[in-house]
């Protein structure tokens, strides 16, 4: 990950002591500049320029007329001065960018169409600070370190801290496609580009797939370049078909699989499909409890946030073992399920959206008064109906949260005394339904996709593949999420996407004869972890989140009784249900811990 930092404003600052403590957050080695009130630092391979009055910074690997360039910057001042706050509309590719104009006392600040980048600002009447993180951007005098409460409940309902919070209360992120434009004070923000998703339904599926086939091929021969890359396997769609491409167009493809010597999570076997099918050279790994034990204080000090996804575990030690081989580039299959219609959830909650369909008269005049009849409760199959129903009425996404692991019990048992105090415990749902009520579409599948876009993908799994690859000495980099392909997929209408209840018909359809049938035909599964039998069974681990459980409990976050609960259930019942509660704790204590929080 490539980062920036810097601001405007603020000209009591002594700017080089600012610069010092924004990138004193940062491991790699730094470059400033002080161009008059601006004060702007690089890690990196962030490219700047300046012409006049203005400034142009841009990080990622952003493409202009579809390859990358060696003089980003320059580019970017010359689409500014030509359109303005459309400029990013003029980019592709992963990137983060910032122009400051010294006459105007202003920045602009967007984000790549994904999110694939990042980007964390404070804006204040007195000035604009930003940076790639929000450590960094904390860490300038004039922001400030306070912990939000806000964004700790937020992160116990999303397993991290999505934008356009941060942990940082003074903090803010932007969104993907997002831009900010800050002058004298004054703060407007937009979005500079949409998905436009289709809603009809198509009858050219041979002409589709074969633009298809090609926007793939393209994909990652743009993702490629003329580096020397290896790739990500699972044995899972994504991955296999990003691999079995890269080597269809290279002649050969190294790829790294991660395997787990646990009931239910090894998927290796699927892998050695893959890589007997396309003729791959594989490395293998078998994950070991002690590999978890070793990397918890690494994901502790690295990630500017907490975060908590577990499969960030299997993601560095693959990035790990391609880096000790001498490769510094990878290619991930994320996003596939995000665009294609691959999650599980989707085909789920087709079921409680066919209950619409029946008319409303016959379900609250005939349906509804039937699953209540008296006693109807001790009959099995009406305790369904009444909970389907229930289910059912419930609107998305807020049907969604139901299954939240915060709504196990009231929050008032969950959560301190006094913690909830001043909170809004609805903001996330609210965040939720603005992101699903944004998309260009009137499909709920649609709709769900668009919500996974950002809060799965942007906010979650290409946070934990960038953070982990970073750790390891490797640029990541997602043929899915090639702004073309992504754009072609919101042409896919949503019966394409979710058929029945069959996931991503269109993708595997499309692809099947390329693919095993073995990889197409099985369920879901990817770079899962055991931590939670691993916590139960082995003793290193289980002491360290004894530990961890026991000066958590002193933060008056959560009820030590709800703690107490929660290892007593793991310990007896569900190891793998409740371990993810437990990972979220230790993690969370690790990452403040590590910063003397």
């Given at each position: 990950m490539h980062r920036l930092a810097g601001w405007t404003g603020h000209p009591d600052m002594d700017p080089g002591v600012a610069l010092e403590a924004m990138l004193a957050k940062?491991?790699?080695?730094?470059?400033?500049?002080?161009?008059?009130?601006?004060?702007?630092?690089?890690?990196?391979?962030?490219s700047i320029a300046q012409e006049g009055d203005l400034t142009a910074l841009i990080t990622g690997r952003p493409l202009f007329d579809g390859v990358p360039a060696s003089d980003s910057a320059h580019k970017l001042l010359g689409l500014w001065r030509k359109y303005g706050k459309d400029a990013p509309r003029h980019i592709?590719?992963?990137?983060?960018?910032?122009?400051?104009?010294?006459?105007?006392?202003?920045?602009?600040?967007?984000?790549?169409?994904?999110?694939?980048?990042?980007?964390?600002?404070?804006?204040?009447?007195?000035?604009?600070?930003?940076?790639?993180?929000?450590?960094?951007?904390?860490?300038?005098?004039?922001?400030?370190?306070?912990?939000?409460?806000?964004?700790?409940?937020?992160y116990f309902y999303f397993y991290q801290v999505p934008a356009p919070g941060s942990i940082f209360r003074a903090v803010n992120k932007l969104l993907p496609a997002q831009w900010l434009y800050w002058r004298k004070g004054a703060v407007s923000q937009g979005f500079y580009w949409a998905l436009a998703y289709r809603d009809e339904p198509r009858t050219d599926f041979a002409d589709q797939a074969q633009c298809f086939h090609g926007l793939l091929r393209e994909s990652v021969a743009r993702s490629t370049g003329q580096d020397r890359v290896a790739a990500f396997l699972s044995g899972g769609t994504d991955s296999s078909t990003v691999s079995g491409v890269l080597k269809e167009q290279r002649g050969e493809a190294r790829t790294y699989s991660i395997g787990f010597d646990a009931n239910g999570f090894d998927e290796m076997e699927y892998a050695r499909i893959a890589g007997r099918r396309f003729g791959l050279d594989m490395r293998e790994y078998y994950l070991k409890p002690q590999d978890i034990l070793d990397l918890v204080p690494l994901i502790a000090r690295h990630f500017d946030e907490p975060f908590a996804n577990e499969s960030a575990v299997p993601t560095y030690y693959c990035a790990r073992l391609a880096a000790a081989e001498g490769y510094r580039v990878m290619l991930a299959g994320d996003g596939g399920d995000e665009i294609f219609g691959g999650n599980e959830r989707y085909a789920k909650q087709k079921i409680f959206e066919a209950y619409h369909l029946i008319p409303g008269p016959l379900r609250r005049g005939l349906i509804e008064p039937l699953a209540h009849l008296p006693g109807a409760h001790r009959i099995a199959p009406m305790r369904k109906l009444q909970s389907y129903i229930q289910q059912a009425n419930i609107p998305l996404p807020e049907r969604m949260s139901a299954y939240n692991f915060i709504y196990r019990q009231p929050l008032d048992e969950m959560f301190a005394p006094g913690?909830?105090?001043?909170?809004?415990?609805?903001?996330?749902?609210?965040?939720?339904?603005?992101?699903?009520?944004?998309?260009?579409?009137?499909?709920?599948?649609?709709?769900?996709?668009?919500?996974?876009?950002?809060?799965t993908l942007a906010d979650c799994d290409l946070r934990k593949v960038a953070g982990m690859t970073e750790i390891a000495g490797i640029e990541v980099r997602y043929p899915l999420l090639d702004d073309a392909l992504v754009e072609f997929s919101g042409e896919t209408p949503p019966d394409w996407k979710v058929k029945g209840q069959y996931l991503r018909w269109f993708f595997k359809t499309a692809l099947r004869g390329f693919l095993p049938d073995e990889i197409i035909d099985k369920s879901k599964h990817g770079f899962g972890l055991p931590f939670g039998l691993w916590a139960k069974e082995y003793a290193p681990l289980r002491d360290r989140i004894e530990a961890a459980l026991t000066a958590f409990k002193r933060r008056n976050i959560l009820q030590p009784a709800y703690i107490d609960l929660i290892r007593s259930e793991h310990m007896s019942g569900h190891a793998t249900y409740f371990g993810k509660m437990l990972w979220l704790i230790l993690t969370l204590e690790e990452w403040l811990a590590a910063r003397s929080l």
């Open positions: 940062c491991a790699a080695t730094a470059l400033s500049q002080r161009l008059h009130t601006p004060g702007l630092g690089a890690a990196s391979t962030l592709h590719g992963n990137f983060a960018l910032a122009v400051l104009d010294r006459a105007e006392h202003s920045a602009f600040l967007a984000l790549d169409r994904i999110g694939a980048e990042k980007l964390a600002f404070a804006a204040s009447a007195n000035g604009l600070v930003f940076a790639s993180q929000v450590d960094m951007v904390a860490a300038h005098p004039a922001v400030g370190a306070t912990l939000d409460p806000q964004a700790l409940f937020n913690f909830l105090t001043g909170l809004d415990t609805r903001q996330p749902e609210d965040w939720l339904k603005e992101v699903y009520d944004r998309a260009d579409s009137r499909s709920y599948i649609n709709r769900m996709l668009h919500l996974d876009l950002k809060f």
